[in-house]
């Protein structure tokens, strides 16, 4: 089982759809939980940080950490052209561990 | 600006002849890492470096070298590059940012990428 699965996609959505990306992982050390954007040709960004479990929300992005179930999620509300992307989570287990594991990103693309 | 930057951005290369791909970042950080990314396997990490002359390996570290002589830069040495190196490789650098919660995470800048095409 890999470390940390995720649906590459591709997920193509109409303008202002409701957008859900999800992650599972298996190693039960992972308490730092993020997701990146990254936009064709450009290197992946920070988009959002969750600590543990619980729910994250920025704007019209909200991250959820369920470590019960090792599964995360990325909802984006009322999805723009702009979002269109790929989206990878990552994770660590914090401390002093720099190291990141990431999932192979999902592919999304937002259609006006 | 904050930034990482990566040079070349592309590059054409054939089997066997060395290459550089240079790295460097502005943010004083310790930590500075390259990946390469390719369809259907995602980001792979390379060699990390935690500071001045300490790196380690990655995941996928045959065929390549790194050196830290300097905390801000951090080139990637492909000695005899093959085909199956080619790929879209990615320099990163990061710092751990506390929370007011006291915990610590660590986020990773990434340069714009290298795309490199051995032929």
């Known amino acids: 089982q890999k470390e940390v699965e995720q649906d590459p996609g591709p997920l193509s959505v109409p303008e202002g759809a409701i957008v859900s990306l999800n992650c599972t992982y298996s190693?039960?050390?992972?308490?730092?939980f993020m997701w990146y954007r990254q936009y064709s040709r450009k290197g992946p960004e920070l988009l959002m940080y969750t600590y543990s479990s619980g729910n994250k929300e920025d704007g019209r992005f909200t991250a959820q950490v369920d470590k019960s179930s090792k599964y995360i999620s990325l909802f984006i509300r009322d999805s723009q052209p702009s979002d269109s992307a790929t989206y990878l989570c990552a994770m660590n287990s914090g401390g002093s561990n720099y190291k990141l594991t990431f999932g192979k990103g999902t592919l999304l693309t937002v259609n006006p | 600006e904050a930034q990482v930057t990566q040079n070349p951005r592309y590059l054409i290369t054939v089997t066997g002849k060395k290459l550089t791909v240079t790295c460097s970042q502005n943010m004083n950080h310790e930590y500075m890492s390259w990946y390469r990314q390719d369809p259907g396997l995602g980001l792979r990490q390379i060699y990390y470096s935690m500071n001045v002359e300490v790196t380690d390996k990655g995941d996928v570290p045959e065929g390549y070298k790194v050196s830290r002589k300097e905390k801000r830069n951090f080139p990637l040495i492909l000695e005899s590059p093959s085909p199956n190196q080619t790929s879209l490789y990615f320099c990163a650098s990061s710092f751990l940012v506390g929370t007011s919660g006291g915990a610590l995470y660590n986020e990773q800048f990434f340069g714009p990428g290298t795309r490199l095409t051995v032929l």
């Open positions: 190693n039960s050390a992972f308490q730092y």
